[in-house]
């Protein structure tokens, strides 16, 4: 199993530019979680998926940000436009929580840098 | 809404020595406990998690957690620490199963030769 697979794992992008971000969560899996890292504020969700359905977008920052999930194998985290704040580690992760021994697994994250 | 507060941002220790890191949560129900590990530029690795049962588990690495419902805390062990467990250490909390991770702030260690 190849794991959690996110891209790209740099991204260096300018201010107001829009910044795509991608996520494989594990085969079977039927949950997804978007997080992002910072300094200053931790690990804070950013939105999450069951089956495919957003089931709490709170974390989203502002409008600026969107979160889809077209199908069970991909997820996409955009910004538009991006801003020097947004400059984070976004890192997503997948479960299954049907299972009796399930955990979270997560990606290797993506490090955006927005100047 | 359910928190975790790790009381410690940093700890030294000696290679050898005991390590215990300390986590505290809240939420009204027995959560679903986890410890990460994340090394400098790296993601999160999953060292052990806690759903139900004996209230010790263990982990991978060397390492266990013990709950403490009393107290409310789920604190990680290590009997010997090693130079390669130099990395920051995240509790984490769900309330049930497939339901968002609250993580607390995280504690840094550091390990000295």
């Known amino acids: 199993d190849a794991g959690v697979i996110q891209s790209p794992r740099h991204e260096v992008t300018e201010m107001g530019q829009e910044v795509t971000l991608r996520c494989k969560p594990i085969s079977g899996h039927n949950s997804l979680f978007w997080y992002r890292q910072t300094m200053m504020r931790g690990l804070e969700l950013l939105i999450y998926f069951n089956n495919n359905v957003p089931i709490d977008d709170s974390g989203m920052p502002e409008d600026r940000f969107s979160a889809k999930m077209p199908n069970a194998s991909f997820s996409t985290l955009k910004i538009q436009p991006s801003e020097p704040r947004d400059s984070a580690v976004y890192f997503c992760?997948?479960?299954?929580?049907?299972?009796?021994?399930?955990?979270?697994?997560f990606g290797s994250g993506t490090r955006l840098t927005v100047v | 809404a359910q928190s975790v507060t790790q009381p410690d941002i940093h700890i030294t220790v000696s290679e050898g020595a005991s390590l215990e890191l300390r986590c505290n949560y809240s939420y009204g129900a027995t959560p679903y406990l986890f410890w990460y590990v994340q090394s400098p530029g790296q993601g999160l690795q999953l060292l052990l998690k806690y759903f139900s049962g004996d209230t010790l588990v263990q982990g991978i690495k060397g390492f266990e957690a013990e709950f403490k419902r009393s107290q409310s805390s789920f604190n990680l062990r290590k009997p010997s620490v090693h130079w390669s467990d130099a990395a920051e250490y995240f509790c984490a909390v769900a309330t049930a199963a497939g339901n968002k991770l609250t993580f607390g702030g995280g504690t840094r260690v550091l390990v000295k030769p």
């Open positions: 992760a997948s479960i299954d929580n049907r299972g009796p021994n399930y955990g979270y697994t």
